[in-house]
């Protein structure tokens, strides 16, 4: 991962930071996320290579582009949205490292204009389809009631989840989200298919919290580390862009989750590799 100098070349895959915690409604820290998992990711304990043999060290185009400024005045959410539209203009792929999950609504924003028909894989203990939390809209567990009631996807495919309310049931059921609770299983993955587009959100508490207990919600029963890899491996679509959102370095033990955020990110970096060069 290089840091960019000049303008980003076509096909190039980027990661961005948005350390923006501000709509957790539990807890903040995921503001420090993205950093956290830079170092992880360029840990001596580990190496640049993707488990299916692409050497990270040697991809050309893979940037770095930092970490969004909030201190510019402008209004936040609508600042993400050019931030990550500036991106997708220049022809580049692009990962956002979170911040608090509430991110996902501003960056898909973007990528609606971009993409038409876009399908999103959505990964988390939670459905995230509040109408609103404690009066706000935009809290971290209402991202995916906006993008589906603004139709910004076609598809919103979720799972990992085992908090589902009666609310969200509904929600679930009017918007049309297809939802894969924990409770039935995890054979999902061998049915699914996506045509066109595929935007993966991977809120980290999908996972067990004993995987990743860096995470501000704890929901136990959750799935392993080596099924989210699965998924980023064997997912029948093409992955066009993700986020990781939800790490909180204030509840990790060392850095266990980072480690797991930044071997995701690997994962995933290979994959768009795969998938669009
Ligand atoms: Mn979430
Ligand atoms: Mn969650």
New binding site residues.
């Given amino acids: 991962m290089k840091p960019v100098k000049k303008n980003i070349q076509d096909g190039s895959i980027c990661i961005l930071g948005i350390g923006f915690d501000q709509n957790s409604s539990f807890q903040k820290g995921a503001s420090l996320a993205p950093d956290r998992i830079r170092e992880s990711y360029f840990s001596e304990s580990s190496n640049l290579w993707s488990e299916k043999g692409l050497d990270l060290g040697s991809v050309k185009h893979l940037y770095d582009l930092g970490n969004i400024d909030f201190k510019t005045g402008m209004e936040d959410f609508n600042h993400i949205t050019n931030s990550v539209k500036a991106v997708l203009d220049q022809g580049s792929h692009l990962i956002c490292l979170g911040g608090?999950?509430s991110i996902?609504f501003p960056v898909i924003k973007a990528y609606a204009q971009k993409y038409d028909c876009l399908n999103i894989l959505?990964l988390?203990?939670?459905p995230?389809l509040y109408d609103s939390l404690e009066g706000n809209i935009y809290s971290?567990?209402c991202?995916f009631a906006r993008i589906m009631e603004k139709k910004l996807a076609k598809r919103l495919v979720q799972a990992g989840i085992r908090t589902m309310t009666g609310h969200q049931r509904e929600q679930a059921q009017k918007f049309d989200v297809e939802v894969n609770e924990m409770k039935d299983g995890i054979n999902w993955l061998d049915s699914l298919e996506f045509e066109g587009p595929v935007y993966l959100?991977l809120?980290l508490?999908c996972l067990d919290p004993a995987f990743a207990p860096g995470v501000s919600h704890h929901e136990p029963g959750g799935i392993t580390t080596r099924q989210v890899i699965d998924i980023i491996h064997r997912l029948k679509g093409k992955i066009i862009g993700a986020d990781i959102?939800?790490y909180n370095p204030d509840r990790d033990l060392g850095s266990m989750t980072s480690m797991v955020a930044a071997k995701l990110l690997k994962e995933i970096i290979a994959r768009i590799h795969e998938d669009t060069i």
């Fill in positions: 608090d999950h996902t959505h988390d203990a939670h995230d971290h567990a991202p959100s809120d508490d959102v939800e």
